[in-house]
Nanobody
Framework: QVQLVDSGGGLVQAGGSLRLSCVASGGSFDNFAMGWFRQAPGKEREFVAAISSNGDNTRLGNPVKGRFTISRGNAKATVYLQMNSLKPDDTAVYYC?????????????????????WGRGTQVTVSS
């Protein structure tokens, strides 16, 4: 059974940084495209970032472009989300997501329904 364990959230002041991690187990990580989504209270789940299974392609949501970076370490079956210049609007629960056997090794989908597995989420709170 595939499991994703996301971590690294916390409380940070505006302008600060956090790095989220997501460790995958139970499957061949090389065959997973990975993504990060977030959900704030009263709002729909929002795409944040995605990285292809081969690591060559990344995609960022418009609100985080220029501030966030997604990367992966296949040897450790881990995907990272480096978040810099954090803003209060970034406050949300962040979820790691895995898409098993994507159509191509370059896929970076941004629809939640395209992902098969989800972490439990990690809270990020940015104070002003």
């Amino acid at each position: 059974q595939v499991q994703l364990v996301d971590s690294g959230g916390g409380l940070v002041q505006a302008g600060g940084s956090l790095r989220l991690s997501c460790v995958a187990s139970g499957g061949s990580f090389d065959n997973f495209a990975m993504g990060w989504f977030r959900q704030a209270p009263g709002k729909e789940r929002e795409f944040v970032a995605a990285i292809s299974s081969n690591g060559d392609n990344t995609r960022l949501g418009n609100p985080v472009k220029g501030r966030f970076t997604i990367s992966r370490g296949n040897a450790k079956a881990t995907v990272y989300l480096q978040m810099n210049s954090l803003k209060p609007d970034d406050t949300a629960v962040y979820y790691c997501a895995g898409q098993q056997n994507p159509r191509t090794p370059f896929n970076t989908d941004y629809y939640p329904d395209e992902y098969h597995y989800w972490g439990r989420g990690t809270q990020v709170t940015v104070s002003s």
